[in-house]
Protein backbone atom coordinates (compact mmCIF):
# COMPACT_ATOMS: atom_id res chain seq x y z
CA UNK A 1 0.00 0.00 0.00
CA UNK A 2 1.48 3.71 -0.75
CA UNK A 3 0.24 5.03 2.10
CA UNK A 4 -1.82 8.35 2.67
CA UNK A 5 -1.12 10.27 -0.19
CA UNK A 6 -1.93 14.10 -0.36
CA UNK A 7 -0.76 16.46 -2.81
CA UNK A 8 0.20 19.37 -3.35
CA UNK A 9 2.97 18.97 -1.48
CA UNK A 10 3.64 22.79 -1.56
CA UNK A 11 0.85 25.25 -2.32
CA UNK A 12 1.74 29.39 -2.56
CA UNK A 13 -0.86 31.37 -3.12
CA UNK A 14 -2.12 35.25 -2.49
CA UNK A 15 -4.05 35.89 -0.30
CA UNK A 16 -8.22 35.77 -1.05
CA UNK A 17 -7.68 32.67 -3.55
CA UNK A 18 -9.03 29.73 -2.97
CA UNK A 19 -7.46 26.65 -2.00
CA UNK A 20 -8.48 22.96 -2.34
CA UNK A 21 -5.92 20.58 -0.26
CA UNK A 22 -6.41 16.27 -1.59
CA UNK A 23 -6.24 13.67 0.36
CA UNK A 24 -6.27 9.87 -0.70
CA UNK A 25 -6.39 7.36 2.82
CA UNK A 26 -5.22 4.40 3.25
CA UNK A 27 -7.69 1.62 1.79
CA UNK A 28 -10.05 0.09 4.36
CA UNK A 29 -9.50 2.81 6.90
CA UNK A 30 -12.74 4.11 7.71
CA UNK A 31 -11.85 7.08 9.86
CA UNK A 32 -10.01 10.11 7.97
CA UNK A 33 -8.65 12.93 9.80
CA UNK A 34 -7.15 16.44 8.83
CA UNK A 35 -4.61 18.22 10.87
CA UNK A 36 -3.00 21.79 10.67
CA UNK A 37 0.58 22.42 12.56
CA UNK A 38 1.77 25.74 12.92
CA UNK A 39 4.80 26.65 15.20
CA UNK A 40 2.89 28.25 17.46
CA UNK A 41 0.28 25.93 18.50
CA UNK A 42 1.32 22.91 17.35
CA UNK A 43 -0.95 20.05 15.75
CA UNK A 44 -4.09 20.51 15.76
CA UNK A 45 -7.34 18.95 14.67
CA UNK A 46 -9.58 20.21 12.04
CA UNK A 47 -12.17 17.74 10.94
CA UNK A 48 -12.49 13.92 11.04
CA UNK A 49 -14.78 11.91 9.31
CA UNK A 50 -16.32 8.17 9.90
CA UNK A 51 -17.20 6.18 6.73
CA UNK A 52 -17.04 9.26 4.35
CA UNK A 53 -19.66 11.25 7.75
CA UNK A 54 -18.04 14.78 9.00
CA UNK A 55 -18.28 13.30 12.80
CA UNK A 56 -16.68 16.32 13.79
CA UNK A 57 -15.53 19.71 12.63
CA UNK A 58 -15.52 21.71 15.61
CA UNK A 59 -11.62 22.28 14.85
CA UNK A 60 -12.22 24.01 11.80
CA UNK A 61 -11.08 27.68 13.11
CA UNK A 62 -14.35 29.24 10.83
CA UNK A 63 -16.30 29.20 7.66
CA UNK A 64 -13.35 29.97 5.09
CA UNK A 65 -12.78 26.55 5.84
CA UNK A 66 -14.83 23.33 4.53
CA UNK A 67 -14.54 19.70 3.99
CA UNK A 68 -15.57 16.67 2.43
CA UNK A 69 -15.54 13.38 1.58
CA UNK A 70 -17.44 12.06 -1.30
CA UNK A 71 -16.26 8.34 -1.37
CA UNK A 72 -13.75 6.52 0.55
CA UNK A 73 -10.55 7.14 -1.29
CA UNK A 74 -10.62 11.02 -1.10
CA UNK A 75 -11.30 13.71 0.37
CA UNK A 76 -10.56 17.66 -0.24
CA UNK A 77 -10.29 20.54 2.59
CA UNK A 78 -10.82 24.21 0.57
CA UNK A 79 -9.85 27.66 2.27
CA UNK A 80 -12.06 29.75 0.76
CA UNK A 81 -10.99 32.78 1.06
CA UNK A 82 -6.91 32.52 2.09
CA UNK A 83 -5.52 34.53 4.84
CA UNK A 84 -1.91 35.02 5.39
CA UNK A 85 -2.59 33.20 8.71
CA UNK A 86 -3.99 30.16 7.21
CA UNK A 87 0.12 29.26 5.92
CA UNK A 88 1.04 25.99 8.03
CA UNK A 89 1.66 22.42 7.08
CA UNK A 90 -1.75 20.16 6.50
CA UNK A 91 -1.82 16.94 7.62
CA UNK A 92 -4.23 13.89 6.52
CA UNK A 93 -4.17 11.05 8.53
CA UNK A 94 -6.56 7.89 8.60
CA UNK A 95 -6.73 4.34 10.51
CA UNK A 96 -8.91 1.46 10.16
CA UNK A 97 -10.81 1.94 13.41
CA UNK A 98 -11.25 4.23 16.36
CA UNK A 99 -8.28 4.45 18.97
CA UNK A 100 -5.71 2.58 16.44
CA UNK A 101 -2.86 3.99 15.46
CA UNK A 102 -3.01 6.69 12.66
CA UNK A 103 -1.17 6.92 9.91
CA UNK A 104 -0.39 10.53 8.25
CA UNK A 105 0.29 11.77 4.82
CA UNK A 106 3.39 13.78 4.31
CA UNK A 107 1.79 16.91 4.49
CA UNK A 108 0.89 20.04 2.23
CA UNK A 109 3.09 23.13 3.28
CA UNK A 110 0.90 26.22 2.54
CA UNK A 111 2.10 29.46 1.98
CA UNK A 112 -0.44 32.26 1.50
CA UNK A 113 1.01 35.61 0.57
CA UNK B 1 -6.03 23.42 25.14
CA UNK B 2 -3.57 21.02 24.55
CA UNK B 3 -3.86 17.92 26.37
CA UNK B 4 -0.32 16.58 26.35
CA UNK B 5 2.14 18.55 26.97
CA UNK B 6 6.21 17.01 26.21
CA UNK B 7 9.02 17.96 28.55
CA UNK B 8 11.76 19.32 27.50
CA UNK B 9 10.94 20.99 24.81
CA UNK B 10 14.42 20.21 22.82
CA UNK B 11 16.74 17.89 24.07
CA UNK B 12 20.34 17.05 22.52
CA UNK B 13 22.62 13.98 23.93
CA UNK B 14 25.59 11.83 22.04
CA UNK B 15 25.40 9.45 20.12
CA UNK B 16 24.78 5.95 22.03
CA UNK B 17 22.92 7.37 25.15
CA UNK B 18 19.73 7.35 26.02
CA UNK B 19 17.41 9.53 25.71
CA UNK B 20 13.99 10.56 28.20
CA UNK B 21 11.27 12.16 26.92
CA UNK B 22 7.97 13.30 29.39
CA UNK B 23 4.54 13.51 28.49
CA UNK B 24 1.51 15.31 30.77
CA UNK B 25 -1.58 15.60 30.74
CA UNK B 26 -4.99 16.83 32.06
CA UNK B 27 -7.78 14.61 31.82
CA UNK B 28 -8.80 11.22 31.90
CA UNK B 29 -7.71 9.04 28.60
CA UNK B 30 -8.09 5.70 26.93
CA UNK B 31 -5.06 5.51 25.08
CA UNK B 32 -1.44 7.63 25.27
CA UNK B 33 0.46 6.88 21.54
CA UNK B 34 4.17 8.19 20.90
CA UNK B 35 4.29 9.75 17.69
CA UNK B 36 7.95 10.57 15.81
CA UNK B 37 8.31 13.58 12.84
CA UNK B 38 11.20 13.68 10.89
CA UNK B 39 12.13 17.10 9.74
CA UNK B 40 9.87 18.31 6.80
CA UNK B 41 7.69 14.72 7.05
CA UNK B 42 4.32 13.15 8.22
CA UNK B 43 4.07 11.74 11.64
CA UNK B 44 5.28 8.17 12.11
CA UNK B 45 3.64 6.06 14.90
CA UNK B 46 6.35 4.42 17.39
CA UNK B 47 3.75 3.25 20.00
CA UNK B 48 0.44 2.97 21.91
CA UNK B 49 0.11 2.12 25.63
CA UNK B 50 -3.58 1.80 27.30
CA UNK B 51 -4.96 2.74 30.18
CA UNK B 52 -4.83 -0.32 31.93
CA UNK B 53 -0.73 -0.30 31.01
CA UNK B 54 2.23 0.84 32.92
CA UNK B 55 5.07 -0.42 30.64
CA UNK B 56 5.11 -1.15 27.03
CA UNK B 57 8.64 -1.71 24.98
CA UNK B 58 8.84 -1.98 21.13
CA UNK B 59 12.96 -2.50 20.07
CA UNK B 60 14.92 0.50 21.59
CA UNK B 61 12.20 2.37 22.92
CA UNK B 62 10.40 1.56 26.39
CA UNK B 63 7.57 3.75 27.04
CA UNK B 64 5.72 4.12 30.71
CA UNK B 65 2.57 5.22 31.90
CA UNK B 66 1.43 6.67 35.24
CA UNK B 67 -2.50 7.19 35.38
CA UNK B 68 -2.62 8.61 38.95
CA UNK B 69 0.23 11.06 38.04
CA UNK B 70 -1.27 11.58 34.31
CA UNK B 71 1.92 11.13 32.84
CA UNK B 72 4.02 8.91 30.63
CA UNK B 73 7.99 8.66 29.79
CA UNK B 74 9.22 7.44 25.94
CA UNK B 75 12.93 5.98 26.77
CA UNK B 76 15.04 5.67 23.47
CA UNK B 77 18.06 3.45 24.61
CA UNK B 78 21.87 3.67 22.74
CA UNK B 79 20.11 6.53 20.57
CA UNK B 80 21.72 6.95 16.69
CA UNK B 81 21.57 9.79 14.50
CA UNK B 82 19.04 8.78 13.08
CA UNK B 83 16.62 9.02 15.92
CA UNK B 84 17.34 12.96 15.54
CA UNK B 85 13.47 14.23 14.95
CA UNK B 86 10.38 15.79 17.32
CA UNK B 87 8.68 13.34 19.62
CA UNK B 88 5.38 14.05 20.16
CA UNK B 89 2.78 12.10 22.26
CA UNK B 90 -0.95 12.22 21.71
CA UNK B 91 -3.83 11.29 23.75
CA UNK B 92 -7.29 10.61 23.49
CA UNK B 93 -10.22 10.91 26.24
CA UNK B 94 -12.42 8.88 27.93
CA UNK B 95 -15.75 8.85 25.67
CA UNK B 96 -13.56 10.39 22.61
CA UNK B 97 -11.35 8.79 20.26
CA UNK B 98 -9.74 12.01 18.75
CA UNK B 99 -6.17 12.65 19.31
CA UNK B 100 -5.07 15.54 21.00
CA UNK B 101 -0.88 16.42 20.31
CA UNK B 102 1.23 18.10 22.53
CA UNK B 103 3.94 20.26 20.79
CA UNK B 104 6.53 17.43 21.06
CA UNK B 105 10.27 17.59 22.11
CA UNK B 106 12.81 17.85 19.57
CA UNK B 107 15.50 15.23 19.76
CA UNK B 108 18.84 15.67 18.17
CA UNK B 109 21.35 13.04 18.68
CA UNK B 110 25.08 14.18 17.60
CA UNK B 111 27.26 11.44 15.92
Redesign the interface.
Known sequence: DAG?IQSPRHEVTEMGQEVTLRCKPISGHDYL?WYRQTMMR??E?LI?FNNNVPI?DSGMPEDRFSAKMPNASFSTLKIQPSEPRDSAVY?C?STPW??????????TRLTVL | SQQGEEDPQALSIQEGENATMNCSYKTSINNLQWYRQNSGRGLVHLILIRSNEREKHSGRLRVTLDTSKKSSSLLITASRAADTASYFCATDGAGSYQLTFGKGTKLSVIP
Open positions: VFGLLYDFAQGNEQFFGPG
